[in-house]
């Protein structure tokens, strides 16, 4: 996806570690445009997958879960990462490694709001190692629910996180596949590997 591509150029800065930061338009302030237009393209891939729900993980992959929700006209789960007074029974959950805060958290997801018969669209901001996925993939699981793909904001082609949904199955769809960040340069993949 073009636009957002060059939005990566313009505002995205390279951490130390492998990390980029985008918090200009996804992970901190959020850009609803963009966020849109990134559903709405989402949307137009997965538009024959007969997805009836979309699930994401707290925080970064709300919004543009959200708007791919309101692009293909069914529900929105986020997988909560913290203890609520309101979710603490019945949730199937699974335990996740955040690659950029260096910590495991167990994400949880009602079974109130889960049907099996259900396909399930995976929507996330970032893919680096499938650390997210492959937690929401184990809830899926449990659930007995099928996974129809997972829809990636940005990919970090350079880690294995793609091959490994690949190999289990799952089409991935990333929007920006980045090549490399070294140097602190962001270097995407060739448009026609996209």
Known sequence: MEE?????RA???VLPGNVLKVDAFLNHQVDPALMQRIGEEFASRFKNAGVTKIWTVESSGIA???MTGLALGVPVIFARKHKSVTLKDDLYTAEVYSYTKKVANKISIAKQYVAPDEKVLIIDDFLANGQAVNGLLEIAHQAGVQVVGAGIVIEKAFQPGHQ???AKGIPVVALA???SLSNGKVEFEDEEEQ
């Open 11 to 13: 505002v995205g800065k």
């Open 64 to 66: 543009p879960a959200l």
């Open 177 to 179: 596949k980045i090549k």
């Open 4 to 8: 957002l591509v060059e939005r990566i």
């Open 164 to 166: 490994e949904l690949e």
